[in-house]
């Protein structure tokens, strides 16, 4: 069983960094896998609504960064991760860029397995940020992992990450809580218990 994570910062060994190794932590302890995928530093492409990814295999037509690379491992993943820092009270441009072409082009391999955001904060913009970031979750009939206080953590360095405690504990019990749902769902399986199939969704768009 493996739990695939995404850095939303542009720093791979920030504070985001920090809370999701926390997660894998946790998550090596409970004997589960799990892999970050940095979005790094690199210019990173918004969706340009192009449909391309329509005809492909749950991949973008552009293969210059980490979306497809994602794709491919999601397939053989059990969770997932998301992690940003909050700019400006909201998620960085960057992981919203990829989680739109993520989801946009392969929202059938996450869809159905457990997982949770993170957002990371100096001070404010948390809540703003996880309700923008969950909404991927909720959307793709993935179910949303909770904890003991909302997923987020403070600092504006590394270190500072370790020193918020209740945020510390709050990863290790979104860990836990994903690795006990993974379980189940595993289980579930296991016992006959089927995904529910439903008739394609109809689209109204609001007009009709
Ligand atoms: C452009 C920018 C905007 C930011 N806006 C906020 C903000 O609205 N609220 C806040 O508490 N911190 C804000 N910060 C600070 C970061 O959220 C904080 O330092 C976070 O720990 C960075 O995570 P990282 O080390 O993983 O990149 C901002 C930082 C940057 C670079």
Redesign the pocket.
């Known amino acids: 069983m493996k739990v695939l994570m995404l850095n939303g910062?542009p720093?791979s060994d920030?504070?985001?960094?920090a809370a999701l190794e926390i997660v894998a932590g946790t998550l090596k302890d409970e004997g589960i896998d799990s892999e970050i995928i940095q979005t790094g530093k690199s210019p990173v492409r918004d969706c340009i609504a192009c449909n391309a990814c329509a005809k492909l295999d749950n991949q973008c037509a552009f293969g210059d960064d980490c979306v497809n690379e994602f794709l491919r491992k999601a397939k053989d993943a059990d969770g997932f991760v998301f992690g940003t820092?909050?700019?400006?009270?909201h998620p960085s441009g960057r992981v919203l860029s990829l989680l739109d072409r993520i989801f946009c082009a392969g929202s059938s391999v996450l869809s159905y397995k457990p997982g949770f955001a993170v957002a990371?904060?100096?001070?404010?913009?948390t809540i703003a940020s996880l309700d923008v970031m969950n909404k991927y979750f909720t959307i793709n009939q993935m179910p949303l992992v909770g904890s003991t206080y909302w997923t987020e953590v403070h600092?504006?360095q590394k270190a500072d990450v370790a020193k918020d405690r209740e945020g510390v504990e709050t990863m290790i019990y979104a860990a836990k809580n994903l690795v006990w749902l993974i379980k189940c769902i595993e289980s579930g399986k296991k016992s006959g218990i089927t995904i529910p199939c439903f008739k394609k969704v109809e689209r109204t768009n609001f007009i009709r």
């Not at 920030?14 to 960094?17: E, K, L, N, V």
């Open positions: 910062s720093d920030g504070c985001t960094m820092p909050v700019y400006y009270a990371c904060a100096r001070r404010a913009g600092g504006a």
